[in-house]
């Protein structure tokens, strides 16, 4: 499976963006797609998941913010990230898991600064 994301970038506080990762490959139904972030200095952390059945999850710093979405039919997940904060500045990460197995696409920069 490949993962291919898109849709980082810097924007001011406040500020939204929306990130996307498309899956190619053998991907059969079930599975679970998720977004982490890896800030300078820190861990990589799990920001949000969504099932192929549509229950999602996250982080509780995020929640209330960020929405997970996928389409099935395109194999894509989306990030929705709105009310940024600079503490939201991180690379990440879209993953996706299948049986047990479980796939990284390259990150995609997020920066909110002023």
């Known amino acids: 499976v490949q993962l291919q994301a898109s849709g980082g970038g810097l924007v001011q506080p406040g500020g939204s963006l929306r990130l996307s990762c498309a899956a190619s490959g053998s991907i059969f139904g079930i599975n679970v797609m998720r977004w982490f972030r890896q800030a300078p200095g820190r861990r990589r952390e799990l920001v949000a998941s969504?099932?192929?059945?549509?229950?999602?999850n996250y982080a509780d710093s995020v929640k209330g913010r960020f929405t997970i979405s996928r389409d099935n039919a395109k194999n894509t997940v989306y990030l929705q990230m709105d009310s940024l904060k600079p503490e939201d500045t991180a690379v990440y990460y879209c993953?996706?898991?299948?049986?047990?197995?479980?796939?990284w696409g390259q990150g995609t920069q997020v920066t909110v600064s002023s």
């Open positions: 969504i099932t192929s059945g549509g229950s999602t």
């Open positions: 993953n996706f898991a299948q049986f047990e197995l479980s796939y």
